[in-house]
């Protein structure tokens, strides 16, 4: 191995590093797991008490960072077999799902909003 080739795979490291440190802290990704810990700490808050919730809280940040490490390792053995088209089929497929979704859940608030009235 050339030195050219060290310094390549040293800033090819740090590039990957930075990406996935940018996408960790990006608000999103803060916003979606405050939203988890919260809604699961809240109900433990009511459920337990005293040291139990300091165990309950923990388990939940262990099962958090147990999920990222599953999905970053995910994402580095599946990249080999990703390519231009199938992100763009998944993108669309997801996208079908989550337009699906948002009319599931509009027919339900209408539903309940028509009983409210």
Known sequence: MSINSEVKVKKSLFKAYSRGLVMAI???NI???IGVFGTALTTALNNVS???FLLVASGILVGILIH???LMGAVSYTRKFVNQSFIKWTSIIAGILLIGFSFYFGYLFL???KKLL
């Open 31 to 33: 916003v979606f797991w």
């Open 26 to 28: 990006s608000p999103s």
């Open 50 to 52: 005293g040291y139990q």
């Open 111 to 113: 539903h309940d909003l």
């Open 68 to 70: 990222d490490i599953l």
